[in-house]
């Protein structure tokens, strides 16, 4: 099963990626988790991209493919992926198009989250993640049991820099300028699904499950987590 999941920043792309990487066995490919990784990491990805990352605009085109075709050449990608944050652009799309036409493979499908801009906004200024596990919280929607820890491994929760208001908003008009374009590019391949992003977690993932049972049945379902 080789999936993208596309839309605007607090559309719940990682949120419901992760249900479907647990359920389907494949791995949740984040671009957005591979440079903030590497961002802490201190290496050369990480140094490139920090100021990308902390204003809100988008990484350059060339450099995202190629980390993105690093990870795919990993043997955990053999039997399929899903892609959260990549494309991004009409750039991207088409290198991504390439990349699979010379691993003899296709997309089966590009699943798009639409939410308006004003509840992406009131939806990432209350996100916190955790530093050590990664589980994301919502401190209205989905807040954890114990105040700033995290419900599996009592790590420390953290709000990311990229959250602030102002940043959000400036993400969302990146997100219209350089983003909105390639929702019509899957749109015309025929490939694309579309899902109202402003419903409950569970409802979501109720229809993204039953979406994708068309197309592959998942062969041993796991237990629903954050
Ligand atoms: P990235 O990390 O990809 O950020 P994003 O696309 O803006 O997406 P978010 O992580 O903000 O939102 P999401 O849709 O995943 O929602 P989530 O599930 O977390 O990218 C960060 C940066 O990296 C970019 O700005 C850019 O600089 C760079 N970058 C990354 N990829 C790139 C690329 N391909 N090209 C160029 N640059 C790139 O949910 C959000 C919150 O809402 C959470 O708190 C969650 O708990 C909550 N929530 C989720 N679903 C629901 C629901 N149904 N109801 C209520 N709350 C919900």
Redesign the pocket.
């Not at 959260?84 to 652009?89: L, Q």
């Given at each position: 099963m080789r999936l993208i999941f596309l839309?605007p920043?607090?559309?719940?792309?990682?949120?419901?990626a992760s249900k479907v990487s647990e359920r389907w066995r494949i791995p949740h490919i984040?671009?957005?988790?591979v440079?903030r990784a590497a961002v802490k990491e201190g290496n050369d990805v990480g140094r490139r991209?920090k100021g990308?990352?902390e204003g809100?605009?988008?990484?350059p085109d060339e450099l995202?493919v190629e980390v993105l075709k690093q990870r795919l050449g990993q043997a955990d990608c053999a039997n399929g992926f899903v892609l959260?944050?990549?494309?991004?652009?009409v750039e991207?799309a088409r290198a991504l198009d390439e990349l699979l036409q010379d691993r003899g493979e296709t997309l089966d499908r590009a699943l798009y989250?639409d939410l308006p801009g004003e509840v992406a906004v009131e939806?990432?200024s209350?996100?916190?993640m955790c530093r050590s596990c990664g589980a994301?919280?919502?401190v209205k929607?989905?807040p954890s049991k114990k105040e700033g820890r995290c419900d599996r491994c009592d790590g420390e929760l953290y709000q990311r820099q990229?959250d602030q208001p102002e940043t959000v908003r400036h993400?969302l008009r990146v997100y219209v300028e350089e983003t909105a374009p390639v929702v019509d590019y899957y749109r015309k391949a025929q490939s694309l699904r579309d899902f109202r992003?402003d419903?409950?977690?569970e409802e979501?993932a109720e229809q993204v499950s039953r979406a994708l049972e068309a197309v592959v049945p998942a062969n041993r379902p796991q237990e629903e987590g954050h």
């Open positions: 839309g920043p607090g559309a719940g792309k990682g949120t419901q984040s671009t957005g988790d440079f991209v990308h990352l809100g605009g988008l990484v995202v959260d944050g990549f494309p991004r652009t991207q989250f939806r990432l209350g996100r916190r994301n919280y919502q929607y989905i990229d993400r992003a419903a409950s977690v979501i």
